[in-house]
């Protein structure tokens, strides 16, 4: 399956709650578009989790271009599509990489987000791609993180730096880059332990790791990947903002999003927070990541709406 088709099995039941009612906006051939119509499409957009800002910035462009007009609702949808896409814009590689020398790759997330499964799996891509992998075991909270990630290793044909359970994870960091640049390998991936955004101390942690990436290797962390769990919806919007502050998170890897209706979160953290989806986690094996493709993913949302419902 490609990215289209995996998105738009994520998104079943966003774009079904789409479908059927934008559709049942347009009994009749064409409607105006007047106030009245404006509310309803209001409340169908913020249903699907988008956000505040971003259903603003749909409606408002509803009413610029068509305000007044009878329409098809082709052409509300277009214009949904062209704005959404707008909103979305993002740079097209998923990851920064180094020019020279390994690129560091650190990551965050809350408990059972999906970390070390997305860990494995960006290994799995950058292996595949021919890169060589080394996984730095920074979760040494959790023993059982550490055994999984090294099986997860053992698996993908990647190295690993672990240390004992208690050891300050910014050693772990440190000496994963430290082993980056003698290799030399092309890219480490730094897992974190899970942590809850209103965990002031363990937030702090975040930076201190950060630095001692950078000690070793000024220009690094390349990316700081936050693993949000697709199926928190709005929630994760709010876990974000502090990650980023907290870690200067470059991005999102969108773990779940196939078991969930709440696919427009990705529009609220691209619209409320600049962070570009990068990565999103479509299944629990490590082929089951795809990097981000906005103008797939407003099709994917949108695909079915001008399908009429079969009898
Ligand atoms: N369906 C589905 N399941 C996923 C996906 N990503 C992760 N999971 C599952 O989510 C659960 C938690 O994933 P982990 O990778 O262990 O989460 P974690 O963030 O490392 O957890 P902690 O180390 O406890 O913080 C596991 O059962 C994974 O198989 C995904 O994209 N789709």
Redesign the pocket.
Known sequence: MGFFDRIKQGLKKTGSLLKTDIRDLFKSEGRLIDEAFLEEIRGILFRTDMGFDAVDALVDEIATKLRGRVVELAEVVDVLKVKLKELMAQPESPIDFAPTGPTIVMVC??????????IAKLASQFTRSGKRVVLGAG?TF?AA?VE?LTIWADRLGASIVKAAQGTHPATVAYQTVERAIAEPFDVAVIDT??RLQTQTTLMAELTKIRQAISKQLPDAPHEVLL?LDATTGQNGVSQAQKFADAAGCTGIVL?????TAKGGVVVAIRQQLGLPVKYV????GHE??TPFVPDEFVDALFADVLQPTKA
């Open positions: 997330g809350v408990n059972g987000a999906g970390k070390t499964t997305s979760d959790r993180a999984q332990a899970g693993v773990a779940k999003l196939d078991g986690g479509v299944g629990e089951d990541l």
